[in-house]
């Protein structure tokens, strides 16, 4: 019997060993450390490009709008810069993988992302203003398309957001008991409101100034572009909040 007992510890110590060989990975199951650092590459180059898109788009939106020619004119660049670049900008600004700026502390980043969603909420509160004293003028009804019923829902999510984030703040002078759970539900929401956002702004390409402003080919790519960032922005915020499985080596 002893022999046995000490023969199960043996076992025991060995299992222990192996199990220390276990890692976790946001990659999966069953992948190579040469497939994990494929993949991390390709996603390194998914973040670049997504902030190029980003700043494209926008770019190219606020260039056909043309600026001062109407009240109408400066919704597209208002609502283009707010939701295309700052909230894009607000979130890759937390990857592991690539940011625009160089800020190693988590504090730093909070700053700027705060910042980044401030002046997205200023903008799209002007853009708002712009269309509401176009259509006013026009005399054209409002809420009339699916465009705007979605337009106002992103606003709706985006406030909400920017309230959690306030709570996230100052948690203490708000008595939140949980600060992670909340963390959580921010991210989430986040990620609902960005991508409410990205329907907006592809139902904005179906309205008649654009379709009468991009016609053909081009209209397609302008169609599929804000796609990228947000599968850019919903694998970021998955992999960061999401059970990682294990991977053994």
Not at 40 to 57: D, E, N, P, Q, S
Request: aromatic residues 10%.
């Amino acid at each position: 019997m002893a022999r046995v007992f000490r023969f199960i510890l043996r076992q025991g110590r060995g299992e222990g060993e192996m199990r220390s060989d276990v890692e976790y990975s946001p990659v999966g199951e069953g992948l190579g450390m040469r497939d994990y650092w494929l993949y991390a590459c390709l996603r390194k180059v998914a973040v670049v490009g997504a902030h190029g898109v980003a700043l494209g788009l926008t770019v190219l939106v606020s260039a056909l709008a043309r600026p001062g020619t109407s009240l109408f004119s400066w919704h597209p660049l208002c609502m283009s810069f707010a939701f295309c670049l700052c909230m894009t900008e607000g979130i890759l600004l937390f990857s592991a993988e690539g940011t625009l700026l160089c800020f190693k502390s988590r504090k730093g980043k909070i700053r700027v992302h705060w910042i980044l969603q401030a002046l997205m909420l200023l903008s799209a509160a002007t853009g708002l203003g712009f269309m509401v004293a176009s259509k006013n003028v026009s005399e054209r009804p409002h809420l009339a398309s699916w465009h705007s019923l979605l337009g106002v829902a992103t606003l709706a999510a985006t406030a909400l957001q920017a309230a959690c984030g306030v709570c996230l703040l100052f948690p203490k002078l708000l008595g939140i008991p949980s600060v992670p759970r909340l963390r959580l539900y921010h991210a989430t929401c986040g990620l609902v409101a960005y991508l409410l956002a990205t329907v907006t702004v592809m139902g904005a390409m179906f309205t008649d100034w654009f379709q009468a402003t991009v016609k053909g080919a081009m209209w397609y790519g302008f169609l599929l572009l804000p796609l990228f960032p947000a599968l850019v922005v919903m694998n970021q915020i998955t992999n960061a909040f999401l059970p990682k499985k294990k991977l053994t080596t």
